[in-house]
T-cell receptor
Framework: DAEITQSPRHKITETGRQVTLACHQTWNHNNMFWYRQDLGHGLRLIHYSYGVQDTNKGEVSDGYSVSRSNTEDLPLTLESAASSQTSVYFC???????????????FGPGTRLTVL | DQQVKQNSPSLSVQEGRISILNCDYTNSMFDYFLWYKKYPAEGPTFLISISSIKDKNEDGRFTVFLNKSAKHLSLHIVPSQPGDSAVYFCAASDNGGATNKLIFGTGTLLAIQP
């Protein structure tokens, strides 16, 4: 069965360190997204990609970067982790047929990141 | 500026009764709306959606109603079951499938009481 996985599921790091969160999907979806979930804010878009070599900034992109070298993976990198980046991070993917109903996104299980 | 709003952070409903979750939006360009359900320590899962050309969509116990003039949608769950206890997120998309970007609300925690 097709799926979307994230690793690690839990991560504790220190302020200033570089951290990379992995996202891997076997849906063969062109579109991939990274969100963070914080109390009172819901899900906020960090970065997204419509295909290989394509990346775009979302609503809360400062301090984060992504790269898309293949269809299956969209790793999220925190260049220099800050305490404000303590959050739960979700990766998602969707098709891109151009029809409205392909806006449905399928989410991974999440990564809980703590920055001390 | 929150374009998708869920004004009730939490809702408690007795088992077997109807649960009604509400969502308001401000952007008249939104043309596709979705509801996601999220259990603790899991990712959100797609529940039901509705296109702006419709005013109602039904799937088993779940019905979504869309009132475009009021920029309001609601999710009805009937009858409510203990497994429905979760956080529910409303999401909206503009420009059809061209962007595939979703704007999420802040979520409503639904607790079903036995």
């Amino acid at each position: 069965d097709a799926e979307i996985t994230q690793s690690p599921r839990h991560k504790i790091t220190e302020t200033g360190r570089q951290v990379t969160l992995a996202c891997h999907q076997t849906w063969n979806h062109n579109n991939m997204f990274w969100y963070r979930q914080d109390l009172g804010h819901g899900l906020r878009l960090i970065h997204y990609s419509y295909g290989v070599q394509d990346t775009n900034k979302g609503e809360v992109s400062d301090g984060y970067s992504v790269s898309r070298s293949n269809t299956e993976d969209l790793p999220l990198t925190l260049e220099s982790a800050a305490s404000s980046q303590t959050s739960v991070y979700f990766c998602a993917s969707s098709e891109s047929s151009g029809l409205a109903d392909t806006d449905t996104q399928y989410f991974g299980p999440g990564t809980r990141l703590t920055v001390l | 500026d929150q374009q998708v709003k869920q004004n009730s952070p939490s809702l408690s409903v007795q088992e077997g009764r109807i649960s009604i979750l509400n969502c308001d939006y401000t952007n008249s360009m939104f043309d596709y709306f979705l509801w996601y359900k999220k259990y603790p320590a899991e990712g959100p899962t797609f529940l039901i959606s509705i296109s702006s050309i419709k005013d109602k969509n039904e799937d088993g116990r779940f019905t979504v109603f869309l009132n475009k003039s009021a920029k309001h949608l609601s999710l009805h769950i009937v009858p409510s079951q203990p497994g429905d206890s979760a956080v529910y997120f409303c999401a909206a998309s503009d420009n059809g499938g061209a962007t595939n970007k979703l704007i999420f609300g802040t979520g409503t925690l639904l607790a079903i009481q036995p």
